[in-house]
């Protein structure tokens, strides 16, 4: 069985440029995480969908990222513009559901650059 | 609220010796605690849960933890290191938000685990 798929795996960007991420999840797996890892830090959860339903977008900085996921299967994450703080990991997880006994399958993310 | 201190940043072992990576958690109602690994340019995979069964869990790869809820913690061992237990741990807390059953992950800071031959 396939894991959790991202692309692309590393992105080196100038700043102020578009960047989107893409994610396919583990197939039948309702509930889509996105995560933001820094350098020596935990990955902090941006959103969670349910299906197609963003359910927690508290911690996604709105005026520049923007997630979907229109037939509740793969997402997309973009950011406009990129800042040189946004050089991260960003990582994508999917679950049967959210309930919290159910384990995340993590993606291997992709490391984004900004310049 | 939740969160989770895990009490070393670094560990390093011989290989063939003991491992203990420590955390502790923080939760306000019955929490799910994780074990994740990380090796570099991988996902993450889960070593084993706790949700509330059996207080000591055993997992991938010869791993196990104890939850302690009078300590508050859920530390990690492994009776012999192997060269291939060299990566990141992370010890994760779930807590059911609400009285809903929905689970929000939170992440320790990690634990770089070094194995020496």
């Known amino acids: 069985e396939a894991g959790v798929v991202q692309s692309p795996r590393y992105k080196i960007i100038e700043k102020k440029q578009p960047v989107a991420f893409w994610c396919n999840p583990i197939?039948?797996?309702?509930?889509l995480y996105w995560y933001l890892q820094n350098l020596g830090q935990g990955p902090e959860l941006l959103i969670r969908y349910e299906n197609e339903e963003a359910v927690d977008d508290s911690q996604l900085p709105k005026d520049r990222f923007s997630a979907e996921r229109l037939k509740g299967v793969d997402s997309t994450l973009k950011i406009q513009p990129a800042e040189l703080g946004d050089s991260a990991v960003y990582l994508c997880?999917?679950?049967?559901?959210?309930?919290?006994?159910?384990?995340?399958?993590f993606g291997p993310g992709t490391r984004l650059t900004v310049l | 609220a939740q969160s989770v201190t895990q009490l070393d940043s670094h560990v390093s072992v011989s290989e063939g010796t003991p491992v203990l990576l420590r955390c502790n958690y923080s939760?306000?109602?019955?929490?799910?605690l994780f074990w994740y690994v990380q090796h570099p340019n991988k996902g993450l995979q889960l070593l084993l849960k706790?949700?509330?069964?059996?207080?000591l869990v055993k997992g991938i790869n010869g791993f196990e933890a104890e939850f302690k809820k009078s300590e508050t913690s859920f530390h990690l061992t492994k009776p012999s290191a192997h060269m291939s237990d060299a990566a990141e741990y992370f010890c994760v807390v779930s807590e059911r938000a609400g009285g809903t059953s929905y689970g929000k992950l939170t992440f320790g800071q990690g634990t770089i685990l070094t194995v020496h031959p």
């Open positions: 939760s306000s109602y019955s929490p799910s």
């Open positions: 706790y949700t509330s069964a059996a207080t």
């Open positions: 197939s039948g797996h309702n509930t």
């Open positions: 997880a999917s679950s049967l559901s959210g309930k919290s006994y159910n384990e995340q399958f």
